[in-house]
């Protein structure tokens, strides 16, 4: 007869059940580098050009200054992706910009933001990266900017003047919620990166951080807690409603690259992560452009029906390229949404425009871009799709609406010409540094030749 033995049935039991914790333990981690992968908002780059093409697959192009940059395969497939990449591997590429083959990246991937991320969740997001996301086995394209932006050693200077050791430090005093919120702000959520000043070698400027900023025809806001043009007046409410569905009544709208942020990544977030963004953005010192006043809230009386034409959504006036009445093009092509008297509809779904910061603030650009290109958004609560009317208004077109629905509805002191809507299609204003690249180039030039000539006439002198 056999005799129980209780060491053996001891560690029988154990090795049943250490594969199961492990296996629990390691879906907890792809879980959180999932969450991570959402937080750092990866999926709104690396994406294929197709709207409905494999997660993270790359060949998306991210319109810069310089030039479109390609997004990067980072499945696990070993041909095409990371799939080979170790975890210090991908450390580097997060936190110094150095991708596994020794190549400098450039800093569209926001590198200089996720040096601060922690190794826990650094780890968390190899993990997810390499196990939870399905191999894509598709070649991207490569960048191919322009002389001398092609030249990625040029990267090593630059990260030498601008780019920080890597870690977080958060802010003296700071209670756990702020300093989490700082951590999310200013690393995985990468805010800095739209909102923040530029200076004149494309580095962010810290005199001012997040204070607003042109971003490829869009203008992304400034985000202190400035009571005339920042956050000042909104509640930690209102800005994790905002972060969350996109829209605040009265307030604002995301759209453009903010609409992506929401849509691919801050919907996602916990409650406790969204009230810890809002507390620390709300607790950042105010910074105001010198031109900024306060937004134009105005009381918007009914348009007179015999200003408009009759009906709406009438297509022969958008389809007539010689029609420049801005009544007429307004009642054609957003009336049926936003009302005759701009004013939108009741709930909000269609919002108001004089109560909008796209109309009412100091600058018109967001409000062309919206008209240009459409606002589309998925938000927690609902999807929103402003049709584009770039394809069908031409730019004296575009002006003449932006400009009756800011004397109609907005901040009357603001006005657009053609060829200010020409400069937003293109994505604006180019940087000082690319406007002076050509001169530059000749100096580097003539340097270069004086150069040779010294080493010429030295050599000469030897003989």
Same mark, same amino acid.
């Given at each position: 007869?056999?005799?129980?033995?209780?060491?053996?049935?001891?560690?029988?039991?154990?090795?049943?059940?250490?594969?199961?914790?492990?296996?629990?333990?390691?879906?907890?981690?792809?879980?959180?580098?999932?969450?991570?992968?959402?937080?750092?908002?990866?999926?709104?780059?690396?994406?294929?050009?197709?709207?409905?093409?494999?997660?993270?697959?790359?060949?998306?192009?991210?319109?810069?200054? =310089?030039?479109?940059?390609?997004? !990067?395969?980072?499945?696990? !497939?070993? %041909?095409?992706?990371?799939?080979?990449?170790?975890?210090?591997?991908?450390?580097?590429?997060? /936190?110094?910009?150095?991708?596994?083959?020794?190549?400098?990246?450039?800093?569209?991937?926001?590198?200089?933001?996720?040096?601060?991320?922690?190794?826990?969740?650094?780890?968390?997001?190899?993990?997810?990266?390499?196990?939870?996301?399905?191999?894509?086995? *598709?070649?991207?394209?490569?960048? *191919?900017?322009?002389?001398?932006?092609?030249?990625?050693?040029? =990267?090593?200077?630059?990260?030498?003047?601008?780019?920080?050791?890597?870690?977080?430090?958060?802010?003296?005093?700071? !209670?756990?919620? @702020?300093? /989490?919120?700082?951590?999310?702000?200013?690393?995985?959520?990468?805010?800095?990166?739209?909102?923040?000043? /530029?200076?004149?070698?494309?580095?962010?400027?810290?005199?001012?951080?997040?204070?607003?900023?042109?971003?490829?025809?869009?203008?992304?806001?400034?985000?202190?807690?400035?009571?005339?043009?920042?956050?000042?007046?909104?509640?930690?409410?209102?800005?994790?409603?905002?972060?969350?569905?996109?829209?605040?009544?009265?307030?604002?709208?995301?759209?453009?690259?903010?609409?992506?942020?929401?849509?691919?990544?801050?919907?996602?977030?916990?409650?406790?992560?969204?009230?810890?963004?809002? !507390?620390?953005?709300?607790?950042?010192?105010?910074?105001?452009?010198?031109?900024?006043?306060?937004?134009?809230?105005?009381?918007?009386?009914?348009?007179?029906?015999?200003?408009?034409?009759?009906?709406?959504?009438?297509?022969?006036?958008?389809?007539?390229?010689?029609?420049?009445?801005?009544?007429?093009?307004?009642?054609?092509?957003?009336?049926?949404?936003?009302?005759?008297?701009?004013?939108?509809?009741?709930?909000?779904?269609?919002?108001?425009?004089?109560?909008?910061?796209?109309?009412?603030?100091? %600058?018109?650009?967001?409000?062309?871009?919206?008209?240009?290109?459409?606002? *589309?958004? %998925?938000?927690?609560?609902?999807?929103?799709?402003?049709?584009?009317?770039?394809?069908?208004?031409?730019?004296?077109?575009?002006?003449?609406?932006?400009?009756?629905? @800011?004397?109609?509805?907005?901040?009357?002191?603001?006005?657009?010409?053609?060829?200010?809507?020409?400069?937003?299609?293109?994505?604006?204003?180019?940087?000082?540094?690319?406007?002076?690249?050509?001169?530059?180039?000749?100096?580097?030039?003539?340097?270069?030749?004086?150069?040779?000539?010294?080493?010429?006439?030295?050599?000469?002198?030897?003989?």
């Amino acid at each position: 007869m056999a005799l129980f033995n209780p060491c053996s049935a001891l560690f029988t039991l154990l090795c049943i059940s250490l594969p199961a914790v492990a296996a629990e333990d390691n879906a907890n981690l792809i879980e959180r580098g999932a969450y991570i992968a959402r937080a750092a908002d990866c999926v709104a780059c690396h994406r294929t050009p197709a709207a409905d093409g494999p997660a993270m697959a790359g060949g998306y192009a991210i319109d810069s200054p =310089m030039g479109a940059i390609i997004a !990067s395969n980072i499945t696990p !497939s070993k %041909q095409y992706g990371i799939g080979n990449y170790s975890e210090q591997q991908l450390a580097d590429a997060l /936190r110094k910009g150095i991708n596994a083959k020794g190549q400098y990246l450039y800093p569209a991937m926001p590198y200089t933001a996720y040096r601060g991320m922690s190794d826990a969740d650094i780890h968390a997001l190899y993990a997810y990266l390499q196990n939870g996301v399905k191999a894509v086995e *598709q070649a991207v394209p490569p960048t *191919q900017l322009a002389f001398p932006f092609n030249l990625r050693q040029l =990267m090593w200077g630059w990260n030498l003047l601008f780019l920080d050791p890597p870690g977080f430090t958060a802010k003296p005093g700071a !209670s756990e919620p @702020l300093s /989490r919120g700082q951590y999310l702000v200013d690393h995985l959520a990468h805010c800095g990166t739209c909102h923040t000043p /530029r200076n004149l070698l494309m580095a962010e400027d810290p005199q001012q951080y997040l204070a607003g900023a042109p971003l490829g025809g869009w203008i992304a806001p400034n985000i202190t807690s400035d009571k005339v043009s920042g956050l000042g007046n909104w509640s930690e409410a209102d800005l994790m409603h905002f972060l969350k569905t996109g829209h605040l009544t009265d307030k604002a709208q995301a759209a453009g690259g903010m609409a992506e942020a929401v849509e691919n990544s801050l919907r996602y977030l916990t409650d406790s992560d969204l009230h810890a963004m809002a !507390s620390y953005l709300l607790s950042v010192p105010a910074r105001r452009a010198s031109q900024a006043t306060a937004p134009v809230r105005r009381e918007v009386k009914p348009v007179a029906m015999h200003s408009l034409e009759t009906g709406q959504g009438d297509q022969a006036s958008l389809a007539d390229s010689s029609g420049l009445d801005g009544a007429r093009l307004y009642n054609s092509a957003c009336a049926s949404c936003h009302g005759r008297d701009g004013q939108g509809s009741a709930d909000a779904f269609y919002p108001s425009l004089s109560q909008n910061s796209s109309l009412n603030g100091n %600058q018109a650009n967001n409000l062309v871009m919206a008209i240009v290109h459409g606002v *589309q958004r %998925q938000g927690a609560d609902l999807a929103v799709n402003m049709p584009a009317l770039g394809a069908d208004l031409n730019d004296e077109q575009i002006a003449a609406v932006a400009n009756y629905s @800011l004397q109609t509805f907005g901040n009357p002191q603001l006005s657009i010409s053609a060829a200010d809507v020409a400069s937003l299609r293109k994505g604006g204003e180019p940087p000082l540094l690319l406007k002076a690249m050509p001169y530059l180039l000749i100096v580097a030039g003539l340097l270069g030749l004086l150069v040779l000539y010294g080493i010429w006439r030295w050599t000469r002198r030897g003989k």
